[in-house]
């Protein structure tokens, strides 16, 4: 990614988003598949992710906002 001066960085060219979305996918889900997070599906079609030490995140196609 390259910074912008003005903000945040810009994102990543098309072909390299999928790449990193599954990598971050595979990451969580290692959490999930070692006890450490527990995620589930919203009505909206978002992911909530809770990890054990309280950190609540919603996941969509293309960010991960944290909310508790």
């Not at 990543?12 to 969580?28: G, L």
């Not at 009505?43 to 919603?58: K, P």
Request: net charge negative; charged share 20%.
């Amino acid at each position: 990614m390259t910074a912008s001066p003005m903000g945040p960085p810009a994102p990543p060219p098309p072909a390299i988003a999928p790449k990193r979305r599954n990598q971050v996918m595979a990451a969580i889900g290692g959490l999930v598949d070692e006890g450490r997070a527990e995620w589930n599906h919203t009505a909206t079609g978002e992911i909530e992710l809770r990890l054990l030490s309280g950190e609540v995140f919603v996941l969509s196609e293309m960010s991960v906002t944290r909310v508790a």
